[in-house]
């Protein structure tokens, strides 16, 4: 059996949860390994929709262990929140430490996080990143300036303090003399952080190990990436990007495995592209056919999962996706959202750009340029409505569909592994099994 990563193909929401939870029924543990609770992956099982944030999808699987790796920025008071519920809705037992394990060196996301975030997305006039304002950027500046909380810095409360006070030191200054705000009180922070600490103490692990044994034991694992391909740190559009590596990279620092443990990389894509959030969008479909984008989003219920925000709607960007294909090692597509496409007049496939009278096919680097892209398009008849019920094969689907894949595998090179045509677990047509 072959471990698998799965990674967004483009700019988050791309149905990653569903992958996951689909997938989480072939291995025996499911990571997490970067972002935090900015993420939002919605689940239908058995009609219920479950909409999750930090701990993995994988969890709706009564026998899995789930594992939240060094890479992630670990919010104590949301992870609580969504125990809660699912002890509420009886998706997990009464010991729900037996299956959900936190990573002793994630770094935690405090409350001056967050503040942090929210006043630096108000005061930044025209360069707003717009961020979920989860306190996501400012958790990982501290991991990387080295003035982070860990984890296992929660469970000793004798030399929290101290770090605490280390941590706050800069960010009250900036809090006071640039944003105007309110200063942060150390005995609150510190009081919180004990008491979390404590609450938290059952879930702590050392999840390398556990990996590591699990390794040993040739234990399928299932890595479950957050946010998008274009959204990564290093590669993405930058500066409109979250702060980690969400790339297939991300899953070996963000979980100390090593590279041999990878086995397979699915990008999960939908057969449209959204992004919420500003940053340049090739090709966005707001201004030039705003009817469409509005009736794509209403048929697709493209809201974010986190913050509600719309998202903003797009045409297929096969320049962007082989981009990500190659950024990730994808060995593999997983195919979303088919069905929101439905007896559209037309399809139009984004092949190569336009940036300044010339042709290119890589994405560029910068923002700047990023935004004077005008894509080109193919323009091919779509598929019109089908029963999605009548679909065994994929030599049932309508013939318009079959080759919209087959375009989207001659452009990339890799094969579609999956789609699916609807919400629901059996909505969906396996076309390979990448943990073999
Ligand atoms: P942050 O991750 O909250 O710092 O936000 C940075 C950018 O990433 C913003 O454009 C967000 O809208 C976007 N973003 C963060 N998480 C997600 C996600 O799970 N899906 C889609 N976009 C996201």
Known sequence: MKNVVIVGAQWGDEGKGKVVDLYSAKAEYIVRYQGGNNAGHTLVVNGKKTVLHLIPSGILHADKVCLIANGVVFDPEVFFKEIDSLLASGAISD???????????????????????????????????????????????????????????????????????????????LLKNLYGADPIALDAVYDTCVGLGEKLRPYVADVKSLLMTALEQKRPMLFEGAQGTLLDIDHGTYPFVTSSNTIAGGALTGSGVGEGAIGSVIGIMKAYVTRVGSGPFPTEIEETEPALAEKI?????????????????????????????????????????????????????????????????????????????????????????????????????????????????????????LLSVGPGREETLELGNPFE
């Open 297 to 417: 989003r209403a048929v697709g219920q493209e809201f974010g999962a986190t913050t509600g925000r719309k998202r903003r709607i797009g045409w297929l960007d096969l320049v962007a996706l082989k981009y990500a294909v190659q950024v990730n090692g994808i060995t593999g597509l997983a195919l979303m959202k088919a069905d929101v496409l439905n007896g559209l007049d037309c399809l139009k496939l984004c092949t190569s750009y336009s940036i300044g009278g010339n042709t290119v096919y890589d994405l560029p680097s910068r923002a700047e340029d990023l935004a004077r892209i005008e894509p080109n398009y193919d323009v091919y008849p779509c598929w019109p409505n089908y029963d999605a019920k009548e679909v065994k094969g994929f030599d049932d689907l309508p013939e318009e569909l079959r080759e919209y894949i087959r375009k989207i595998e001659a452009f990339t090179g890799v094969p579609v592994v």
């Open 95 to 173: 010991r729900p430490y037996d299956r959900v394990r936190v990573s002793d060196r994630a770094h935690v996301i405090l409350p001056y996080h967050r503040l942090l975030d929210s006043v630096r997305e108000a005061k930044a006039a025209g360069g707003k990143i717009g961020t979920t304002v989860r306190g996501i950027g400012p958790a990982y500046e501290d991991k990387v300036s080295r003035r982070g909380i860990r984890v296992a810095d929660l469970l000793d409360a004798k030399t929290l303090r101290a770090k605490i006070e280390h941590a706050i030191e800069e960010k009250n200054v």
